[in-house]
Structure formats: structure tokens, C-alpha cells
């Protein structure tokens, strides 16, 4: 497959939303962060980041954004056009929820427990 970006699909528990423009993701995991010395580099420390799916969405007559917001436990999957899908877990809604009228963007940021891409 030679395409490697464009549509994307977002859905939390199986609800399709609207995507709007960029999506970001990671996937969680450890980040390495080098430990230097006046000497040399010493090595790395490690610790865990958080795993989230981010971006916006476009409002509808039919999206209870309040609902969206109290999420505390669901799935949110990232469908991508190069074929894969990402998977959070265990995902809380966590962005402020700031809404435009002009475009209907609302933000969106999803943190989970885990994440993962499937092929």
C-alpha cells in the first residue's frame, strides 16, 4: 500500500465523531532521557508517559459533549489511511473541551491505561 496519510476515522466506544484535521497520538511506553556528567553520558533514566489519541472534532446537533467529558473508562480507536488502527484503553476524556462556534471544533484529548496499533 502506498498511501501513507490522509482520512482518519475516531470513534469512542464504537461512536463514530466527526475527526477535524490533525490527529496526534503515542502510544505510551517508556521515555528514555540521557543522565550527562561534567565527564561523559552516565546512561539514561526511564519513565512512563502516558498513553493519548488527540485532535478535534466537529460538533453536531446529536453529540452530548457533556458525555463526552464524563468518559472514564472507554475504547477510543484511531483509524489511519495507511491501514492501521491505535487502540486506548481504559481511556478518560481529558482536554478542557473548549468548543468554537465559527467552525464547531471542539478539542479533544483521550488518555489511557494502554495503547496499541493493530495492522
Known sequence: M??????VFVKVDARQYDAKGNFTYNLGG????????ADR?????????V???EGAITDAAD??????????D??????LANGKTVVLRNAWH???????TEQGEIAVRWEGLSAEELS
Open 30 to 37: 517508556e521515555k528514555k532521557t540521557a543522565i550527562v556528567g
Open 2 to 7: 502506498n498511501r501513507r496519510a490522509g482520512t
Open 63 to 72: 453529540l452530548d459533549v457533556a458525555a463526552m467529558q464524563a468518559l472514564e
Open 51 to 53: 498513553a493519548f489519541i
Open 74 to 79: 472507554g475504547t477510543v480507536t484511531l483509524e
Open 94 to 100: 481529558a482536554s478542557e473541551g473548549n468548543a468554537t
Open 41 to 49: 553520558v552516565h546512561g539514561f533514566s526511564a519513565a512512563p508517559q
